[in-house]
């Protein structure tokens, strides 16, 4: 990493959750965090990493695939 710029942090965790309204359901999971800037080049230094930013990239890896993202407050 070169000093004075700002990487990406992304962490995420697949996991399988459980509920219990009419029987057990299985729902599969994917926790992500992620803050900071979409690229190191000059086009995309000042862009942020955002819902429409992460909902396009997981679009294109797997483009049929439905993804409901949602943006939880730092508060939790």
Avoid at 7 to 26: A, C, H, M, R, W
Avoid at 44 to 52: H, L, R, T
Wanted: hydrophobic share 35%.
């Amino acid at each position: 990493m070169k000093e004075g710029k700002k990487t990406q942090l992304s962490l995420f965790e697949i996991s399988d959750v459980y509920s219990s309204s009419n029987g057990i359901n299985k729902k599969r999971k994917l926790s992500i965090i992620a803050s900071g800037r979409v690229g190191l080049n000059y086009e995309d230094f000042s862009k942020k990493i955002n819902k429409k930013y992460l909902t396009a990239l997981f679009q294109e890896i797997l483009p049929n695939e439905v993804f409901d993202f949602e943006i939880l407050s730092r508060d939790y």
